[in-house]
């Protein structure tokens, strides 16, 4: 990222402010350490209350109030490394990955889904590799959830009953990196 793209992109947050389409991750801006340009993502967002961060003993359960999860108690080591686990994860576990600025693709397709699966990677790949030189985006089935795809951050979720790519990407755009221990 270029410092003059940077300096481009805040100046437009400190004119438009956040929230407004000019600062919108899915107009290439950025947002603030509050999330709330993740609004301009779509309907599907909303960021749900915070469930706490302690973290317990494996394989201690934990029950979480959201569905799907995005903060909570969870296990203390996160997963590694970062991709497609199409076994599935505890909540637990991913969780965690959660805390350390990372993204979590949910999906929930009882009868099988290939094709929404092979976006979602299709979509990982595509993403540039952080300054720790990985990209922090997990692919977990999750039978638990309520919708067929989710996009979940640290205290933020996009959730939505078929593939968005558009949606996806701003709200990775906005929510990446943003938890509160940022190291992979």
């Not at 080591?77 to 637990?92: K, N, S, T, V």
């Not at 949910?106 to 300054?131: E, I």
């Not at 919708?147 to 701003?170: F, H, I, P, S």
Request: charged fraction near 15%.
């Amino acid at each position: 990222m270029s410092a003059r793209w940077l300096t481009s992109a805040l100046a437009a947050l400190a004119v438009a402010g956040c929230g407004q389409k000019a600062a919108s991750p899915a107009d290439g801006g950025t947002c603030d350490d509050l999330g709330a340009c993740a609004f301009a993502c779509g309907a599907g967002v909303d960021s749900p209350p915070f469930e706490g961060a302690t973290h317990v003993t494996e394989p201690t359960p934990v029950v979480y109030k959201a569905n799907p999860p995005a903060s909570g108690n969870h296990w203390p080591m996160w997963q590694e490394p970062w991709g497609a686990y199409p076994d599935g994860l505890p909540r637990e576990r991913w969780v965690h990955n959660l805390e350390h600025g990372g993204i979590v693709l949910l999906y929930n397709c009882p009868s099988g889904c290939d094709p929404l699966v092979q976006q979602l990677t299709a979509l990982r790949n595509s993403l540039q590799p952080d300054r720790f030189s990985v990209v922090r985006v997990l692919i977990v089935p999750d039978a638990l959830m309520p919708r067929k795809v989710a996009a979940v951050a640290w205290n933020w979720r996009w959730q939505g009953d078929a593939y968005d790519d558009a949606a996806l990407r701003c709200f990775i755009a906005a929510r990446y990196d943003r938890g509160p221990e940022s190291i992979p």
